[in-house]
């Protein structure tokens, strides 16, 4: 985002005050359900949650509690991360919306904000002074008024067991032309390298596109194609599949028939190699796991390019609709406090760092690697939907799978993508 550039010294600031790591996105009263109903009539607030892998759920139980505790009255609603994801404009829009929702700030969230579908939070804010200027700025709208309420952050990298590596005599690599090299390594000890979930989770592929697209055209580029500024069939991003098609003899094919949440377990289990993926994967991990994981920066592809990262920023927004927003108010101005944000780490799996500057975590070495990279990052990005809209990802999803399947056909899905995305844009 435009404005995630601008502020970059102002968030980094905010980043080097921050302790370690959580996911921080929920929290609610301990009642869980699959439904999209919103809260009963004994005033209590419905929070749709799609924190739905067992730590992240179980955190978001324990949030829950915590503000019980307070005397709020909130009802969690837990929702497959997937159906969440399609069934959002649903929520939102329905006679009788849930209250308040985990999800993304940035451009995904202000595409909500649009279609006047959100509440003003701005008055939450008030109480947020010691937030970096960045969150604030992904966290307003269009109109000027603040949207989004963030809780977490996390980053995305080539995440690796560090054991695997050592058995294979392989060192994580720092450039495209290393990164080859080590896929033929892996390759020829009769594992498939690198592995991919697109089973239920296409979305994972965008990962690809948009880290390729950083180093190759930069995250200027990169947030004017997302924001209907650019075309998908420009020679710029044929050349982001051109460079792609090197590392697509080296993926998993099993990778297309099953979600990330398998796509972790493969890693896991030694049956493939690298995974490009976001800490909150290890929500899917085993806690005894993860001090055998690590993970290494996506390759430099061209030096001169300003190095990019993904960084994603987490939070919660809440409807417009909502039946008592004074209630919606104070229970986003507790998720904001550091103590919240503790609760969430303490019992998560403690990969993500907290929005609020004051917020402490778990200070493992992956989680300060991960900090750092991102401090060291002249160039933020959140991710291709985070960027854009959720109405935009289903066309990255069609158009990254399909060439992954037919990458011969590169042109042609190219054209296909800039139509769809059109449509999407004249909305």
């Known amino acids: 985002m435009a404005g995630l550039a601008a502020d970059r010294r102002t968030f980094l600031k905010g980043l ?20 999209g109903s919103s809260g009963s009539a004994s005033g209590e607030l419905s929070l749709q949650s799609n924190l739905s892998a067992e730590q992240a759920k179980a955190a978001m139980e324990k949030l829950v509690e915590a503000y019980g505790k307070t005397g709020g009255k909130v009802k969690l609603n837990t929702v497959a991360s997937e159906i969440f994801r399609t069934q959002l404009p649903t929520y939102l829009t329905s006679a009788n919306p849930p209250d308040v929702y985990t999800w993304y700030a940035g451009s995904v969230a202000n595409s909500y904000a649009k279609k006047d579908l959100l509440l003003d939070v701005t008055s939450v804010w008030d109480g947020m002074k010691n937030y ?3 969150m604030q700025t992904l966290s307003t709208g269009e109109n000027g008024q603040k949207i989004f309420v963030p809780t977490s952050y996390y980053w995305w990298g080539m995440f690796y067991r560090k054991s695997n590596f050592a058995k294979w005599g392989v060192t994580p690599p720092k450039t495209w032309e290393e990164f080859l090299a080590v896929c033929k390594t892996i390759q020829g000890k009769g594992v498939p390298p690198i592995g991919i979930g697109l089973g239920d989770t296409p979305w994972v592929a965008s990962a690809w596109f948009d880290y390729l697209n950083i180093r190759i055209n930069g995250a200027p580029f990169h947030r004017q194609l997302l924001a ?4 998908f069939d420009d020679p710029k991003v044929k050349a982001v599949f051109t460079k792609w098609k090197e590392a697509l003899p080296y993926f998993d094919p099993k990778g297309k028939s099953f979600p990330f949440q398998e796509a972790t377990s493969a890693l896991l289990g030694g049956k493939t190699g690298m995974f490009l993926i976001g800490t909150f994967f290890a929500d899917s991990a085993p806690k005894d796991a993860l001090d055998d994981i690590d993970f290494f920066q996506f390759p430099i592809i061209d030096p001169s390019v300003p190095v990019a990262e993904e960084a ?11 039946k008592d927003p004074e209630a919606v108010e104070k229970f986003l101005a507790w998720l904001a406090t550091a103590e919240a944000q503790e609760i969430y780490v303490k019992n998560s799996s403690g990969t993500v760092i907290p929005a609020n500057p004051d917020g402490k975590a778990a200070d493992t070495p992956l989680v300060r690697k991960g900090k750092a990279m991102v401090q060291d990052a002249k160039e933020l990005t959140q991710f291709f939907n985070r960027d854009s809209s959720d109405a935009l990802q289903p066309t990255a999803d069609a158009a990254l799978t399909k060439f992954l399947d037919k990458p011969h056909q590169i042109d042609q899905i190219l054209k296909d993508w800039q139509a769809a995305a059109e449509k999407v844009f004249k909305a």
């Not at 080097?16 to 439904?35: E, H, I, Q, R, Y």
């Open 16 to 35: 080097g005050m921050l302790g370690a790591a959580a996911l921080v996105p929920g929290c609610a009263t301990s009642t869980t359900n699959s439904s």
């Open 132 to 134: 970096p200027q960045s």
């Open 228 to 231: 209907g500024e650019g075309r």
């Open 312 to 322: 994603p920023t987490d939070g919660y927004f809440a409807s417009k609709k909502a």
